[in-house]
């Protein structure tokens, strides 16, 4: 599989609605592995992290967590990324989930190649001490697999190891095409919990203007219908 080069995506032209200067911005291809687009997707990510972190609500005795988990390797991507999934919702409708664990966020990391394929979950959670013996046995019932690793993390690290695996494929080009149909159309990534529940108080800000430091911008589309009204008065 071939991605597109910078100079091959498409552009879309901007107008800064304070000033007028014009810039050129990035339109996303729609390939979730896009090494262009990934830049851009990371930041966004990043910010809507940053900020579950910064207003989600402190509880005693609970840490933030990073859990990784997994099933068996699999040969048809999208079944076992469905499987991986599904399996996760079960383990949080599991009665010891609500005891330990208050909220989070979730992404899927792809590796291995054409015909044995290793999604997995990379996950991040507000919760109580949670014994491994206990999470690890409740995940094999759910999903069939046994592999599980849990550690304390602090915001910081959390946010990087999140925001890196949201666009992170660790197979060559070639191997990609599989991992991009199985991912479309599916969340960069997952909150559960009481973390669902929050609202982001986010403003979408593309960049600022390097003429006047304006954050507002309007696109071409809108410009050319401005343009009409004008020209008809």
Not at 14 to 21: E, I, N, Q, T
Not at 65 to 71: A, D, F, Q, R, Y
Not at 116 to 142: C, D, F, G, S, T
Not at 189 to 210: Q, R
Request: charged letters at 25%; hydrophobic letters at 40%.
């Amino acid at each position: 599989m071939k991605y597109l080069s910078r100079e091959e995506h498409s552009f879309i032209t901007l107008d800064c609605a304070k000033c007028g200067h014009q810039h050129v911005a990035l339109q996303l291809c729609g390939l979730r592995f896009c090494p262009v687009c990934s830049i851009k997707r990371q930041f966004r990510v990043r910010s809507h992290i940053a900020e579950l972190f910064r207003i989600m609500k402190r509880r005693p005795q609970h840490r933030l967590k990073m859990i990784t988990l997994s099933c068996k390797n699999t040969g048809d991507l999208r079944r076992g990324v469905d499987h991986l999934i599904k399996s996760f919702r079960k383990l949080r409708a599991r009665k010891f989930w609500n005891i330990y664990v208050v909220g989070g966020i979730a992404v899927v990391e792809i590796k291995g190649r054409p015909g044995n394929y290793h999604p997995h979950l990379h996950i991040v959670l507000y919760a109580k001490y949670l014994p491994w013996p206990l999470l690890r046995k409740q995940w094999e019932r759910v999903s069939g697999g046994t592999a599980v690793w849990i550690s304390n993390i602090d915001k910081g690290k959390a946010l990087h190891y999140v925001t890196k695996y949201v666009t992170k494929l660790d197979m060559p080009d070639v191997a990609q095409e599989e991992p991009n149909v199985a991912m479309k159309g599916r969340h960069l990534f997952m909150k559960f919990g009481e973390w669902a529940s929050y609202t982001l108080d986010i403003v979408p800000v593309l960049f600022v203007c390097t003429r006047c430091g304006a954050s507002d911008w309007i696109d071409e589309f809108r410009m050319k219908s401005i343009s009409r009204e004008f020209s008809r008065r």
